[in-house]
């Protein structure tokens, strides 16, 4: 019996990837870095006297406050409910900062994760719900780092190294 090209191709793939032990920590490290540009760069709109940009070459390194901006955005198209919008954009500015920069490290992945991914659905439920091809990807990669953590390139990992030879 013979076998199809695209299920030989397929199995040949599935061999190659097995003896690379280290795609999942790849895939990991893609996946945090990814997302933590992602919100990073949102959170950079919303304030003014820190601005770090690598693409770009931008960089302010001064005390952050929230801008102007940032409030309107949250009053006149945010219009989240329950929280008053200069509440919303000091909370979204600050989780939009500090949580890329735990995913980024790898540090505290899983929980870093969860609460980009608990934003996502904010944004997608109550501000761009027609955003969901994107939200969508968003979730299932931030999914994937809650469920799998951030891979042997993270701080996760050295902080479980220490702790577990601590505890032996």
Known sequence: MTTSIPLRASRWLQGRV?????TDDLLALLARVSMAAVFWRSGQTKVEGFAIDLVEGRFELGWPHLAP??????????????????????MAATAE??????????????LSALGLLGMTAVI??????????????WAAVLLMLVLRGGGAWSLDRVVHRVLG????
Do not use: C, I, K, S
């Open 18 to 22: 097995a003896a690379m032990p280290w």
């Open 165 to 168: 030879q601590r505890g032996a």
């Open 97 to 110: 900062h500090l949580l890329p920069l735990a995913l980024l490290l790898g540090l505290a992945t899983r």
């Open 124 to 137: 997608q439920l109550l501000v761009y719900p027609g955003a969901w091809p994107t939200h969508g990807t």
């Open 69 to 90: 901006q940032a409030v309107d955005l949250f009053r006149d198209e945010y219009r989240l409910p329950l929280l008053p919008p200069d509440l919303a954009a000091v």
